[in-house]
């Protein structure tokens, strides 16, 4: 051992030596040709785009990969204005782009759907197919938050030490945070994920599923029962609670969840008497009801959301064991998914059968997600060719199981939104726990 190491040590010394002098011999041949040479520091030049030429992509590298993976577009008349330049997987989902020379562009892998997807890149308007397909791999994993499954109870404290009672509205804030709301008893608390922590925000009536501003910085509450006073809570007050209205004049089911459309100038509701209605946010005391007729009368609850990419709404009626499309204007009420016997049975919308759906929220892409509560999964609705089908959970297996998504179990999922990162948050009921549903 003591000769192998002394034998590399000659060898490294050797080959100091004979670097250095090589380096130094240049330096001197260097010198020695001054008048003759003049050093130019090279300089890093781009391509400018040529309308007149097409844009051309030879080669994707890597040629998989999944979310956050970094990627290299080698091709031609790129240009090197990264404002004039778009690259898109999968027909909707646009790349982080870092830098370009004209001939290579250099990005981020965006979400997407599991498969060898499309890749298109876009300059000043002009479109260019790739020749490839880029295999997208999903890596999905069902988690638990905060809370423990299947124990009930109220402290505030760590994620792992809190305790919640059951859950009736979820929504996903900025900074990692998660406001969760206690229906039944009357709690509104706040998960700060990055800090290990939950804290009470407010405590006092009867509510359900909030809505949030896209930029995730104020969070409304609708009282359950008449009066149905209305609360928010922003970030610009520390997410203190603030009162709108003390209540909505002329309405008097009871009202599960709130929604914003895409001006969030008005608060959306449906009452379980069938009133469809908003109410102006500058002006509470302005209420509309835009009909008094929406969908079938369902005694118990029904659930709100309002779907950016379509500027619709869409309402989940547990009884009724459906989900209704709502038009923007409230006027027109179609059947969207289920309305069958009662089921779990995954496949085109409207021939599929579903158990109880509560919570609604939607993906970037416009697909909807709902939890159906005593089918005990989280299920999925296509916006592109309409099939429904289950993403995590077990039809009619109750549990707290972590893991892949379809191995793992719910105890009466009730409630889910999405954050900026498409990671899905599940509060459920009977289970008093908040769970993550993360794809990437």
Not at 195 to 207: I, P, Y
Not at 216 to 242: C, D, G, L, M
Not at 312 to 336: M, R
């Amino acid at each position: 051992m003591k000769r192998k190491k002394s034998s590399m040590n000659v060898g490294y010394v050797l080959k100091t030596v004979l670097s250095t002098f090589s380096i130094l011999f240049l330096v001197g041949l260097l010198f020695s040709c001054k008048e003759d040479y003049a050093y130019v520091t090279p300089t890093y030049v781009s391509t400018a785009y040529d309308s007149s030429k097409p844009v051309e992509i030879t080669a994707i590298l890597p040629d998989s990969g999944g979310y956050k993976t970094p990627f290299v577009i080698k091709g031609s008349n790129f240009g090197n204005d990264l404002s004039k330049i778009k690259v898109i997987f999968n027909g909707d989902r646009e790349a982080v782009l870092v830098s370009t020379n004209g001939e290579t562009l250099y990005g981020i892998m965006p979400k997407q759907e599991d498969g060898f997807n499309e890749v298109v890149v876009t300059v000043d308007g002009k479109e260019s197919k790739s020749p490839q397909t880029f295999r997208y791999v999903k890596v999905e994993q069902v988690s638990t938050v905060a809370g423990k499954s299947g124990v009930g109870g109220y402290t505030d404290g760590t994620l792992i030490d809190s305790r919640f009672g059951k859950i009736s509205g979820i929504a996903s804030v900025v900074g990692n945070n998660l406001i969760v709301c206690e229906g039944d008893d009357g709690r509104v608390r706040m998960v700060s994920i990055d800090d290990n922590k939950v804290s009470t925000l407010f405590s006092g009536f009867k509510l359900g599923q909030p809505a949030v501003t896209k930029d995730r910085t104020r969070v409304y509450v609708i009282q359950t029962v008449s009066p149905h006073a209305i609360y928010y809570f922003a970030r610009e007050n520390s997410w203190t609670s603030k009162r709108l209205t003390s209540g909505i004049a002329n309405v008097t089911g009871q009202i599960h969840s709130c929604a914003l459309d895409n001006d969030e100038k008005y608060l959306y509701f449906r009452d379980h008497n069938g009133k469809f209605g908003r109410v102006e946010i500058a002006n509470p005391q302005n209420v509309e009801i835009l009909n008094s007729n929406c969908g079938k009368v369902d005694k118990e609850t029904s659930y709100l959301a309002f779907n950016p990419v379509e500027n619709c709404f869409y309402l989940s009626l547990q009884n009724a064991q459906g989900i209704y499309k709502v038009s923007h204007d409230g006027q027109t009420v179609e059947d969207y998914a289920g309305f069958n016997s009662i089921g779990g049975k995954d496949g085109p919308r409207l021939e599929a059968t579903l158990r109880n759906p509560a919570g609604i929220t939607f993906d970037k892409s416009g697909n909807l997600y709902f939890c159906d509560s005593q089918g005990y999964t989280l299920r999925k609705i296509s916006r592109i060719d309409g099939m429904l089908t289950t993403v995590a959970g077990q039809y009619q297996k109750s549990g707290g199981v972590d893991g892949l998504p379809l191995e793992s179990t719910f105890n009466y999922p009730y409630v889910v939104c999405m954050d900026d990162e498409e990671n899905f948050f599940i509060g459920e009921r009977w289970g008093c726990v908040v769970r993550k549903f993360a794809v990437e």
